[in-house]
């Protein structure tokens, strides 16, 4: 049986062996023609400008090609995502066995070369000849216009088909079915390049693989129908028509072809079938592939759950609702599994989740399977975590998830961390709303208890009322309440219902606006339970704070520089001792393309003295704006955002350091002061700073010096590791500048301003007390001891101007990976010289070296030898005291070998050309006797532009060369002009 990567690469070696262009998959994100950012939701999406006649069919030579055929066909498998506008399968999925957020699209495509008869010929074969689909299940639809449908029957696609089926003795009546425009016939728009399509259909009913004649009729009968026991798998569309905006279609000049197959469907269909000997016992779903089962698998080891494949079914309402334990579960494995898949895609091709557009659509899938987390009781952020599976099964095929598995990895986690804040307190606020709707529904106004009171504080306060859990009627009369309580018992309350229990519009949009959960999430909460939201409502109350949101952005001030910033008070900058905090947000300001936040407070460090700004998040309720850096004005902190959103002015946002970024960017900023002290114990005292550069990947420091050799650099690197082993206080203290001044155990760059006081970094000693064996004026933040900074390697050293050098080390885990890395690659080449190891590795390298002097003297004895035969060929030639000759493809130590050779044994001119290693080596000899009549160097001065190069030499010996092999022999023949 075909695993699901076998399945894939049989499709592209397929059409490979079509004289296809296999390409690689398009970003998952789109923009439309009229500027919308949207999803990629067919594999068509990135051809659109050849089908338009934009530019030509060039395929062949596109960026990232996997196999180079014809400019005019191409095959790849596509990553689509639809989960909004007219394609939005995203309230479906889990519920079912195959819709999916993100889905592949199998597909191959003729630019104005083959047309119907190929493509249907080549479906045929894929789909009967090679992978072996049962014939008599197989059915294909053509294009029949029904009443004001345009154009004309597909006659052409019906013979093709019926030639196809009449072939093995099927009824091609019965095989070949009509579908009208809604099903046969694809538009892009209204108006444009359009076509009749024919799709491939299977009948997945139970029963033998091959079914007779009447079992055929039935099969047909379930095409193009709801039925999920005949699905379509395959759609080959005919770009052949323009529909003009008159309304009338009009033949194209060149005729398309566009197809699209559903990867998942057809893994589904030859999995579940097991290779179509069993479909009396078929499992028929996505889900049960080896697409999803490695996700599965690892959430079962994370959860302790295992899926068992079973199906919710629509309750009274029409809603499919999980009502079983198990049935929870698998729909959480599903939702989970589909949407890490979606998420982890878009994050690699560079969309986020965030506030707007599709943006916030990540967000809304995001949430969604966190919610569903909670089924299989995850508390803590879960789902980033199946990220390195994903990327494990289904990097060979795109790449881009191994490249970007930390980033996504990162993305996910803040996300979930973001939204788990909120949403046990927001699912506690829709329970409380969900009760009052049915309480409402039921025609109760409160309970009688102080216990539920706690849940359900605008419930009327009686007095009198017994303990006993009770229901107040609007009537005034009482009853009891079972022991369980409302919310456990939503189907009893929900018989008496009077009305449709419906969620409040106020209810909804402050789980929205304070808890993160997007409509759709409190809308499947309210199905769960029976229940509707007031929609209309809640889409007025997003209205309102839109246009509030317009208003605070039109006094957002539009600047050209900083200096046009109104805040003039300064931030308090708090990121010494602290890493987040609640802060006011006092100004935004839009920058080109960048937009700024000024707060009140801030624990993000602005960059300044060669350190590089924070990044970190502003959170309001479960919304997060992200900060990717941060920078000053003065004394004002700026804070810039990723995107164009961000909050509003005098809100109070929650705002957190990345402190894992911070902790790197400190263990560097630490170590360069070490570093500078080392320089000084090793080098010299006069090897003052230059310059620095501290980021959370490596640091820079430039100082005035002569080259440092290389003991000095093993000294220095070797002296900071034991600084840090030694794991020494790191602390800081103001003090008066110009005590700091008059304190020569202090460094400073003293051409810098500085004020009244200083903050001085001390390294050893006691803390504070300005006894440290370092000590520097400096602002930046540090680790709080040497052992945080964990190991230290010099990467470089170099010269970056007249007397100052620059040296670039790494610190912490950019060391350790540095080492890592060394240590691999010594490994790697252990294991290609054979050597035992990393301690052998020396003498099979030395053995080599002594191998390759001896093969070099052997190679050059041989090529002399063969020069000196080359020679004597060469004499046979000789015209008029003249030898000029094109060698071949050898190079130009081979020629000038054999120039050598001839020098002894002929008295006149010789001019040799070579090509080999694709460039021309050009040589010319005249002796004494013939040099009044020309000279070697003006040969070559002559003949060397003819190959697009230059050359020299003296009146006996000159030599040159150039890049046009081509041109060799027109050279030589100039060069014959010239002796004549």
């Avoid at 049960?288 to 959430?299: A, M, Q, R, S």
């Avoid at 198990?326 to 979606?342: G, M, P, S, W």
């Avoid at 003065?634 to 990345?658: I, K, M, Y």
């Avoid at 004597?872 to 130009?892: H, M, R």
Wanted: with cysteine.
């Amino acid at each position: 049986m075909m695993t699901a990567a076998q399945i894939r690469q049989s499709f592209l070696d397929f059409f490979k062996s079509k004289q296809h262009t296999i390409v690689p998959s398009d970003n998952v994100g789109y923009t439309s023609r009229d500027g919308a950012r949207i999803f990629t939701n067919a594999g068509l999406n990135q051809f659109v400008p050849i089908f338009l006649g934009e530019r030509s069919a060039d395929v062949d030579p596109w960026p990232g090609v996997l196999h180079k055929g014809l400019p005019t066909r191409a095959a790849d498998t596509q990553k689509c995502i639809r989960a909004g506008g007219k394609h939005n399968d995203l309230e479906d999925v889990g519920l079912d066995t195959y819709h999916h957020t993100l889905f592949e699209m199998l597909g191959n495509w003729s630019f104005g070369d083959y047309f119907k008869k190929e493509a249907i010929s080549w479906a045929w074969e894929l789909i009967i000849e090679k992978w072996k689909f049962p014939a008599t299940r197989v059915f294909a639809t053509i294009y029949q216009p029904g009443p004001n449908d345009p154009a004309e029957r597909d006659q052409e696609a019906w013979d093709l088909w019926a030639e196809k089926f009449r072939s093995i003795g099927l009824d091609p009546d019965i095989h070949i079915v009509n579908g009208n425009k809604k099903d046969n016939f694809w538009m892009m728009g209204d108006t444009g390049p359009c076509g009749p399509c024919t799709e491939i259909h299977i009948d997945l009913t139970p029963g033998a693989p091959n079914l007779d004649e009447d079992r055929q009729r039935a099969g047909a009968l379930l095409v193009n129908g709801s039925d999920a026991s005949c699905i379509e798998i395959w759609n080959n569309v005919f770009i052949q028509y323009n529909a003009n905006p008159d309304g009338t279609f009009v033949p194209l000049p060149s005729q398309h072809v566009d197809t699209g197959m559903g990867f998942e469907r057809v893994c589904s269909i030859i999995q579940g079938t097991k290779n179509f000997t069993d479909f009396e016992n078929a499992k028929i779903s996505n889900y049960d592939t080896d697409v999803f089962k490695p996700i599965f698998d690892e959430l079962t080891k994370m959860s302790g759950k295992h899926y068992q494949s079973t199906l919710p079914k629509a309750n009274a309402q029409g809603h499919v609702i999980p009502v079983t334990e198990q049935e929870k579960i698998d729909v959480a494995f599903r939702v989970i599994a589909d949407h890490l898949r979606t998420l982890s895609f878009a994050i690699a091709d560079g969309i986020q989740p965030g506030n707007s557009d599709r943006n916030y659509t990540l967000r809304r899938i995001l949430r969604r399977a966190v919610k569903y987390g909670r089924t299989l009781e995850f508390k803590e952020p879960f789902f980033y975590k199946l990220v390195d599976v994903l990327a494990e099964n289904m990097g060979d095929v795109f790449p881009e998830l191994r490249v970007k598995k930390e980033q996504i990895k990162s993305v996910l986690k803040m996300e979930e961390e973001s939204f788990n804040r909120t949403l046990d307190r927001g699912i506690a606020l829709f329970e409380e709303a969900a009760g009052k709707a049915i309480l409402k529904a039921i025609g109760a106004k409160g309970f009688g208890t102080d216990a539920y009171k706690l849940r359900f504080p605008d419930a009327p306060k009686m007095e009198g009322i017994s303990t006993i859990p009770i229901l107040i009627m609007e009537d005034g009369s009482t009853e009891d309440l079972p022991l369980r309580g409302i919310h456990e018992n939503y189907p009893d309350f929900l018989k008496r219902a009077k009305e449709a229990p419906v969620i409040p519009a106020e209810d909804a949009f402050q789980l929205y606006d304070t808890y993160g959960f997007p409509l759709d999430l409190t809308e499947l909460l309210a199905r769960e339970r029976g229940l509707t939201v007031d929609t209309a409502g809640f889409e007025k109350l997003m209205e309102e704070q839109k246009e509030r949101a317009r208003e605070a952005g039109k006094k957002n001030k539009q600047v050209v520089s900083v200096s046009e910033i109104e805040t003039k008070a300064p931030t308090k900058f708090i990121g010494y001792d602290a890493l987040d905090a609640d802060v006011k947000v006092l100004e935004v300001v839009a920058m080109k393309d960048k937009t700024a936040v000024v707060l009140d407070v801030s624990t993000c460090y602005a960059e300044m003295g060669g350190q590089i700004g924070d990044s970190g998040q502003l959170i309001i309720g479960a919304n997060t704006f992200p900060i990717s850096s941060t920078t000053k004005v003065g004394n004002t902190w700026l804070h810039f955002l990723d995107g164009d959103e961000a909050p509003a002015v005098d809100s109070t946002v929650r705002l957190e350091v990345d402190v894992p970024r911070r902790r790197a960017i400190e263990r560097h900023h630490t170590v360069t002061h070490i570093l500078h002290w080392a320089l000084h114990e090793v080098v010299s005292k006069e090897a003052t700073q230059k310059g620095s550069s501290v980021t959370p990947d490596k640091l820079t420091f430039d100082f005035n010096s002569a080259a440092l050799t290389p003991q000095q650099l093993i000294d220095i690197e070797k002296l900071v590791n034991e600084r840090i082993v030694a794991n020494e206080p790191v602390s800081w203290t103001e003090v008066p500048y110009v005590e700091a001044k008059a304190n020569t155990g202090i460094m400073a760059l003293f051409g810098e301003k500085y004020g009244d006081l200083v903050r001085v970094v001390q390294i050893g000693g006691d803390r504070n007390k300005l006894n440290g064996w370092s000590m520097e004026l400096c602002g930046g933040t540090h680790t709080r001891s040497t052992g945080e900074i964990g190991l230290f390697r010099l990467v470089s050293e170099s010269a970056v101007a007249s007397g100052v050098r620059r040296v670039e080390a790494v610190a912490g885990l950019e060391a350790y990976a540095a080492a890592r890395a060394d240590a691999d690659l010594l490994k790697l080449l252990a294991g290609k010289v054979t050597a035992q190891g990393s301690a052998d590795l020396e003498k099979k390298i030395d053995a080599l070296l002594s191998q390759q002097k001896e093969l070099e003297k052997a190679l050059k004895a041989a090529q002399q030898r063969e020069a000196s035969g080359r020679a004597k060929e060469l004499l046979l030639t000789a015209t008029n005291n003249t030898i000029i000759a094109n060698l071949g493809a050898v190079d130009g130590d081979y020629a000038m070998a054999v120039s050598d050779a001839l020098k002894g044994q002929f008295d006149g001119v010789v001019v040799l050309g070579a090509t080999g290693g694709g460039s021309v080596a050009l040589i010319a000899t005249v002796s004494k006797d013939h040099q009044a009549k020309v000279q070697a160097g003006k040969i070559i001065q002559t003949i060397a532009p003819i190959v697009g190069g230059k050359g020299g030499g003296k009146p006996d010996f000159a030599r040159g060369g150039g890049k046009d092999v081509d041109k060799i022999d027109a050279a030589l023949a100039e060069a014959q002009k010239m002796v004549g």
